[in-house]
């Protein structure tokens, strides 16, 4: 009962984990579908290729958002070159003017001076002379070079206009795509836990988790049945063979294997487990023989009311002895209670003793056979 009991937990356990995971696939308007090994396997397989697209949808949209960020630098970088640039050409023209004021306060000079020529000497009216010129060459200079500069710091500043403005129309399209790859980001982070979880459901179903035997879902419910037959088989075991022996499923020998539904046998007459093909053909036949009584109590009480009334069991009883004999004829006598019908089919006289009712089938020589009913 307690096997029984955990065998009925698992698998609503296991229901539970496959209804949250795909709810849509194991509930319908007429109630809960039910839940198989294929069913589980197709959902999974379904919903591992739609998390495989969804992932592959994330990561395309993470390299488009990767190529904007990069274009964003790039003309991050280019406007603060302009900026520099457009700095450096106003110092320019900042010195260029004060060059030419410098240069406009020294004529003045000059010319205030000229007024006042007559008084001066030749030599130092030549002198005034050429430096006078000297000063209106450089003033003519500096006017030049002051158009180049304006020429350039306005050349600098429609760059710069434009590039404020064609940083601007990508930055709210940048903006948008940073908004979106945050949520992308965060539903790639849940999607991600939910693949590994997804993942490993699938491992667990189909037997392949690491670090865990490897047991299929198949496999899983086999050796839970097996279980729940043992209990009743050894029951029977017990009986036929005075306590001698009770039957155990071998679980797999190491997390790599996918075994799990082989027998031995418990010998306690002398406390050791071994394999059941040591057993005897007669031993081998009790064994047999517990395991199908079993298997048809265990039908019985999982099917919820249904009733096997009738068994039959053909040859075998000629390999045991006199005493095993006797003991497997009383748990088959036990059975008849309760109005259960045992068929044994047998050529074994020493039967015939022990069988009230038989029908007695005999081949006659001309061919063909005759039926007898001893009641």
């Known amino acids: 009962r307690a096997a029984l009991t955990r065998e009925q937990e698992g698998r609503a356990r296991l229901r539970q984990d496959a209804e949250a995971l795909l709810p849509e696939r194991f509930t319908s308007p007429e109630g809960p579908v039910p839940l198989t090994v294929g069913l ?5 397989a379904e919903e591992h290729t739609a998390l495989r ?6 990561h ?22 302009l900026a520099d640039q457009r700095a450096a050409l106003e110092a320019q023209a900042a010195q260029a003017q004060q060059a030419a004021a410098a240069a406009e306060a020294t004529v003045r000079t000059l010319e205030a001076q000229q007024t006042s020529e007559n008084t001066l000497p030749p030599r130092e009216l030549a002198a005034l002379q050429a430096r006078q ?5 450089a003033r003519s200079q500096l006017t030049a070079a002051e158009k180049a500069l ?18 601007n129309a990508r930055l709210v399209p940048n903006r948008n795509a940073a908004a979106q790859y945050r949520q ?24 392949t988790l690491s670090s865990k035997q490897k047991i299929r879902l198949e496999a899983y419910i086999q050796m839970n049945y097996l279980d729940r037959i043992l209990v009743h088989a050894n029951t029977r075991l017990m009986q036929m063979t005075a306590g001698q022996y009770e039957l155990e499923r071998i679980g797999a020998e190491n997390q790599r294997s996918q075994s799990g539904l082989d027998l031995g046998v418990i010998d306690h007459y002398n406390g050791t487990r071994r394999s059941v093909k040591t057993l005897s053909g007669g031993e081998s036949f009790k064994a047999s023989l517990a395991l199908a009584l079993g298997l048809s109590d265990e039908v019985q009480s999982a099917a919820g009311g249904i009733r096997l009334d009738t068994l039959f069991l053909d040859e075998g009883f000629g390999s045991l002895d006199e005493d095993s004999l006797e003991q497997a004829i009383r748990v088959l006598a036990g059975l008849t209670e309760g109005d259960r019908l045992v068929g044994i089919i047998s050529h074994v006289g020493a039967l015939k003793e022990r069988v009230d009712r038989q029908v007695v089938v005999r081949k006659a020589r001309s061919g063909g056979s005759t039926v007898e009913l001893i009641v």
């Open 150 to 167: 304006n020429a350039q710091l306005q050349t600098a500043r429609s760059q710069l206009t434009a590039a404020e403005k064609a940083l």
């Open 53 to 58: 697209r969804a992932l592959d949808a994330l």
């Open 184 to 207: 992308h980001s965060a539903r790639l982070t849940a999607l991600e836990h939910r693949w590994q979880w997804v993942s490993a459901l699938s491992a667990t179903a189909g037997g």
């Open 133 to 137: 010129t000297e000063l209106q060459t």
């Open 60 to 81: 395309a949209q993470q390299t488009e958002n990767a190529a904007q960020t990069k274009r964003r630098t790039q003309l991050e970088a280019q406007r603060k070159q």
């Open 40 to 44: 589980l396997k197709t959902a999974l």
